[in-house]
């Protein structure tokens, strides 16, 4: 944000005027050691254990934090000797720079961060508002509280106040009394300015619920089967205590809006429903029952109240990387598409899990990075605002901070959140010192929002970080507390805010590609992951064209396409090569799941035979629409008369074709058994074998001919002299009836073999003879 250039520090008010001239008196010594100090090395040149930094000044805890006439002001903290030798003589004291309130937000900035004491900066010591040490052995930490009543601080004008919380003391290396140690913190005073005329500032503050991924590639199903997990994680998080659950409790109470991610909510009803649990290393071939289906029910139930009468944005489902997408997918064909998907599943799911209304038309580019091409992804989704952040959309030299709202042509509306406010939180918040100080910053800059440009009301939207730790989230809704009971805050909803009257100063110019932060690019998605997503889409298209019921594979692979292209996988690259690659692995599972069952060598006796052919369907469902191709190596030798036969099997069965072959040659020849689609692509991995062809020769019928002709001479000689003997002795041998044998069925063309059902049947048998 732009700023108003620094102004001359105001004369003291009297108060403060009649503190310096006690100061001057009384104390002269010390001001003069801390003038010393002032015209001495640098802090920022200052060895830690010496000089002004012979202590750290750990403030914990400053209530109230927006003070009102009559009140006193509580400090307290942790006091540590840093140095080599012990403190005596020791106290806490308060301190405050001449020149009064501060004057820019940068200034709040920087006084936070400076470390060491200076005279010039921060000003003499409160009179009579001390808090008497006892001493402190090198090494050592003792507590400190300081009670401040606020008329003795002289807070005149309305304004944000820069506090130095110091130890003053004694040490073996600087027997006099001189500043050892710290803190600084601010007092934002209001005073009567709520009766002056001044407007307060709308803010609208983000609430984001999002996590990682957890459900298995192969695990998002709407069959019986239940859902399979990668892990358990989630269980914990939604449980007592876990971040998801403080998300809710910490917000139910507040004014925000949710910005949830429906893949987070669609995995949650999935483990009220029961679900399982992959074993080590992912497999879902070993699952175990999952555990959080009752912290899930409870969750879901607590999160549908907390939202209740609040706008709620619905992102992407998956909450997509627009970023990734638009550097390194916008020009793959079909990538942009998923993305539509992706909104259009978001806003569905919301809908189906908190009924009535919610909001999903916004892009979120991670961190509000925004450049021309993203902008052009995030329409084509659908968005038609986008939540940008003021470091990435700067506004120049502009004095104050401008409404948030700014129209980037085509019909979008940047939304700017405020990048001071949104990045308040992103440190660590394990320590009690930094929470107070980050709480109570985040209070001084919505303050001195206010008092830049008192009369002008101004809308601006506080973004934080997508996924904050427990610790962050309860800093944020303490901030989001104190400073919505302040005067001068209003808070609003995101879409009171989009709609704001956008400000003419303001800049409206979408960044370059250019200055889109490399830091952000190094965490994005290749290209190769929306090329991989594409050939997988592909392969799916492909194959459930087979199906009975596609919506069984078509939309778990929806999903976890989706998932595979969230913006979580930054915090973790490769999680998302393995995600992918558990997605390939899945459809090459399904695909293989209907094969034909492997052959050994066949032998053919004879001119013709029938070859059997049998394929396993190992889906749950049917399969139709395929063609099973049974493909001769030498045609010459054996040619196979219904090469091609449309087979349809039940889901977990079998089935057996029959393929009617002629033979023109001896010798093995190699054939292989395929099946197709009907758009003529493999529908899976085919199988070869040989057939040993035996066939009888000419010169073996003329030999087999030569010999049935002499056995019927030899039976017709028999027979005369059979005849003659009967008519010498008289005598008629009555022989019997004459049988003919009849021949076997070698099995027509096409016929299918009984259903097998659930059988798996083995390779067939070494030496398996053709049906002759």
Same mark, same amino acid.
């Given at each position: 944000?732009?700023?108003?250039?620094?102004?001359?520090?105001?004369?003291?008010?009297?108060?403060?005027?009649?503190?310096?001239?006690?100061?001057?008196?009384?104390?002269?010594?010390?001001?003069?050691?801390?003038?010393?100090?002032?015209?001495?090395?640098?802090?920022?040149?200052?060895?830690?254990?010496?000089?002004?930094?012979?202590?750290?000044?750990?403030?914990?805890?400053?209530?109230?934090?927006?003070?009102?006439?009559?009140?006193?002001?509580?400090?307290?903290?942790?006091?540590?000797?840093?140095?080599?030798?012990?403190?005596?003589?020791?106290?806490?004291?308060?301190?405050?720079?001449?020149?009064?309130?501060?004057?820019?937000?940068?200034?709040?900035?920087?006084?936070?961060?400076?470390?060491?004491?200076?005279?010039?900066?921060?000003?003499?010591?409160?009179?009579?508002?001390?808090?008497?040490?006892? /001493?402190?052995?090198?090494?050592?930490?003792?507590?400190?509280?300081?009670? @401040?009543?606020?008329?003795?601080?002289?807070?005149?004008?309305?304004?944000?106040?820069?506090?130095?919380?110091?130890?003053?003391?004694?040490?073996?290396?600087?027997?006099?009394?001189?500043?050892?140690?710290?803190?600084?913190?601010?007092?934002?005073?209001?005073?009567? +300015?709520?009766?002056?005329?001044?407007?307060?500032?709308?803010?609208?503050?983000?609430?984001?619920?999002?996590?990682?991924?957890?459900?298995?590639?192969?695990?998002?199903?709407?069959?019986?089967?239940?859902?399979?997990?990668?892990?358990?994680?989630?269980?914990?998080?939604?449980?007592?205590?876990?971040?998801?659950?403080?998300?809710?409790?910490?917000?139910?109470?507040?004014?925000?809006?949710?910005?949830? /991610?429906?893949?987070?909510?669609?995995?949650?009803?999935?483990?009220? !429903?029961?679900?399982?649990?992959?074993?080590?290393?992912?497999?879902?071939?070993?699952?175990?029952?999952?555990?959080?289906?009752?912290?899930?029910?409870?969750?879901?139930?607590?999160?549908?109240? +907390?939202?209740?009468?609040?706008?709620?944005?619905?992102?992407?489902?998956?909450?997509?990387?627009?970023?990734?997408?638009?550097?390194?997918?916008?020009?793959?064909?079909?990538?942009?598409?998923?993305?539509?998907?992706?909104?259009?599943?978001?806003?569905?799911?919301?809908?189906?899990?908190?009924?009535?209304?919610?909001?999903? /038309?916004?892009?979120?580019?991670?961190?509000?990075?925004?450049?021309?091409?993203?902008?052009?992804?995030?329409?084509?989704?659908? %968005?038609?605002?986008?939540?940008?952040?003021?470091?990435?959309?700067?506004?120049?030299?502009?004095?104050?901070?401008?409404?948030?709202?700014?129209?980037?042509?085509?019909?979008?509306?940047? @939304?700017?959140?405020?990048?001071?406010?949104?990045?308040?939180?992103?440190?660590?918040?394990?320590?009690?010192?930094?929470?107070?100080?980050?709480?109570?910053?985040?209070?001084?800059?919505?303050?001195?929002?206010?008092?830049?440009?008192?009369?002008?009301?101004?809308?601006?939207?506080?973004?934080?970080?997508?996924?904050?730790?427990?610790?962050?989230?309860?800093?944020?809704?303490?901030?989001?507390?104190?400073?919505?009971?302040?005067?001068?805050?209003?808070?609003?909803?995101?879409? /009171?805010?989009?709609?704001?009257?956008?400000?003419?100063?303001?800049?409206?110019?979408?960044?370059?590609?250019?200055?889109?932060?490399?830091?952000?690019?190094?965490?994005?998605?290749?290209?190769?992951?929306?090329?991989?997503?594409?050939?997988?889409?592909?392969?799916?298209?492909?194959?459930?064209?087979?199906?009975?019921?596609?919506?069984?594979?078509?939309?778990?692979?929806?999903?976890?396409?989706?998932?595979?292209?969230?913006?979580?996988?930054?915090?973790?690259?490769?999680?998302?090569?393995?995600?992918?690659?558990?997605?390939?692995?899945?459809?090459?599972?399904?695909?293989?799941?209907?094969?034909?069952?492997?052959?050994?060598?066949?032998?053919?006796?004879?001119?013709?035979?029938?070859?059997?052919?049998?394929?396993?369907?190992?889906?749950?469902?049917?399969?139709?629409?395929?063609?099973?191709?049974?493909?001769?190596?030498?045609?010459?030798?054996? !040619?196979?008369?219904? %090469?091609?036969?449309?087979?349809?099997?039940?889901?977990?069965?079998?089935?057996?074709?029959?393929?009617?072959?002629?033979?023109? %040659?001896?010798?093995?020849?190699?054939?292989?058994?395929?099946?197709?689609?009907?758009?003529?692509?493999?529908?899976?991995?085919?199988?070869?074998?040989?057939?040993?062809?035996?066939?009888?020769?000419?010169?073996?019928?003329?030999?087999?001919?030569?010999?049935?002709?002499?056995?019927?001479?030899?039976?017709?000689?028999?027979?005369?002299?059979?005849?003659?003997?009967?008519?010498?002795?008289?005598?008629?041998?009555?022989?019997?009836?004459?049988?003919? +044998?009849?021949?076997?069925?070698?099995?027509?063309?096409?016929?299918?073999?009984?259903?097998?059902?659930?059988?798996?049947?083995?390779?067939?048998?070494?030496?398996?003879?053709?049906?002759?």
């Amino acid at each position: 944000m732009g700023e108003a250039a620094q102004s001359p520090g105001k004369p003291p008010s009297s108060a403060r005027r009649r503190a310096a001239r006690i100061v001057a008196l009384v104390a002269g010594a010390t001001l003069l050691t801390g003038l010393l100090q002032a015209t001495g090395a640098s802090p920022s040149q200052a060895a830690a254990g010496s000089g002004s930094r012979t202590a750290s000044v750990s403030v914990d805890s400053l209530t109230p934090r927006i003070p009102v006439k009559g009140d006193s002001v509580v400090i307290s903290g942790k006091l540590t000797n840093d140095g080599k030798s012990a403190i005596s003589h020791a106290h806490v004291g308060i301190r405050m720079p001449w020149g009064g309130a501060l004057t820019t937000r940068s200034s709040i900035k920087s006084a936070a961060s400076r470390t060491g004491y200076s005279n010039a900066e921060d000003g003499p010591e409160v009179p009579d508002q001390t808090s008497a040490v006892s /001493d402190i052995p090198a090494g050592s930490h003792v507590s400190f509280s300081i009670t @401040v009543p606020v008329s003795a601080l002289g807070l005149d004008d309305a304004g944000v106040y820069q506090l130095g919380v110091t130890l003053d003391g004694r040490t073996k290396a600087e027997p006099t009394t001189h500043v050892l140690g710290i803190k600084r913190t601010f007092l934002p005073w209001y005073g009567d +300015a709520v009766t002056s005329g001044s407007k307060q500032t709308r803010i609208s503050y983000l609430w984001p619920l999002t996590d990682r991924s957890h459900v298995a590639p192969r695990g998002d199903t709407d069959s019986q089967v239940s859902p399979i997990f990668m892990d358990d994680e989630l269980a914990t998080e939604l449980g007592p205590g876990g971040r998801l659950r403080q998300m809710i409790d910490l917000a139910r109470n507040l004014p925000v809006t949710w910005v949830v /991610d429906p893949d987070l909510l669609a995995s949650v009803e999935f483990m009220t !429903k029961g679900y399982r649990v992959a074993g080590p290393g992912g497999d879902v071939t070993k699952t175990t029952a999952g555990t959080g289906g009752a912290v899930a029910k409870q969750w879901l139930n607590d999160l549908k109240i +907390a939202v209740a009468g609040e706008q709620v944005i619905a992102l992407p489902f998956g909450d997509t990387d627009i970023a990734s997408l638009a550097h390194h997918g916008r020009k793959i064909p079909g990538a942009v598409g998923h993305l539509k998907t992706a909104t259009a599943l978001g806003l569905a799911t919301t809908q189906t899990i908190f009924g009535g209304s919610q909001t999903a /038309d916004v892009a979120w580019p991670v961190d509000g990075a925004i450049d021309p091409s993203i902008v052009s992804v995030a329409r084509a989704g659908g %968005a038609k605002r986008i939540i940008a952040r003021s470091d990435t959309f700067g506004d120049g030299d502009l004095s104050y901070t401008p409404n948030a709202a700014r129209p980037i042509g085509g019909g979008t509306t940047a @939304v700017v959140s405020d990048a001071i406010l949104s990045t308040a939180f992103t440190g660590d918040m394990d320590d009690p010192q930094k929470v107070d100080l980050a709480v109570q910053s985040f209070i001084a800059q919505t303050l001195m929002i206010t008092m830049e440009a008192p009369e002008k009301q101004r809308t601006v939207v506080v973004a934080p970080q997508r996924m904050p730790t427990a610790a962050q989230a309860q800093a944020m809704a303490q901030a989001i507390h104190y400073s919505t009971t302040a005067p001068w805050v209003s808070p609003v909803s995101f879409d /009171d805010a989009a709609k704001a009257h956008p400000d003419a100063h303001a800049n409206r110019k979408v960044p370059s590609s250019k200055a889109y932060p490399s830091s952000l690019r190094k965490q994005e998605l290749p290209a190769e992951a929306f090329t991989w997503i594409e050939s997988i889409q592909e392969h799916l298209n492909d194959f459930v064209v087979i199906l009975t019921s596609p919506d069984h594979v078509t939309v778990p692979f929806r999903n976890a396409v989706l998932r595979s292209m969230s913006d979580s996988w930054r915090a973790v690259p490769s999680g998302s090569e393995d995600y992918r690659n558990a997605i390939g692995d899945y459809l090459t599972g399904l695909i293989n799941a209907v094969h034909i069952i492997p052959k050994t060598t066949l032998t053919l006796s004879g001119r013709s035979g029938t070859i059997p052919v049998t394929v396993k369907n190992e889906l749950g469902q049917p399969v139709k629409g395929l063609t099973l191709r049974l493909t001769s190596g030498t045609n010459i030798r054996l !040619k196979i008369k219904n %090469a091609e036969q449309p087979i349809a099997i039940e889901g977990g069965h079998t089935r057996t074709l029959k393929f009617q072959t002629t033979a023109n %040659a001896n010798g093995t020849v190699k054939v292989s058994a395929a099946l197709f689609t009907a758009k003529g692509v493999y529908a899976s991995t085919g199988v070869g074998f040989e057939v040993h062809i035996n066939k009888v020769t000419d010169l073996v019928m003329l030999i087999i001919g030569a010999g049935l002709l002499l056995l019927v001479l030899a039976g017709v000689r028999i027979y005369r002299q059979r005849k003659r003997r009967t008519d010498v002795d008289g005598t008629d041998d009555d022989g019997g009836e004459n049988e003919e +044998a009849n021949g076997t069925d070698p099995g027509q063309p096409g016929d299918p073999a009984t259903d097998t059902g659930q059988e798996s049947p083995e390779p067939s048998p070494t030496g398996e003879k053709v049906d002759g």
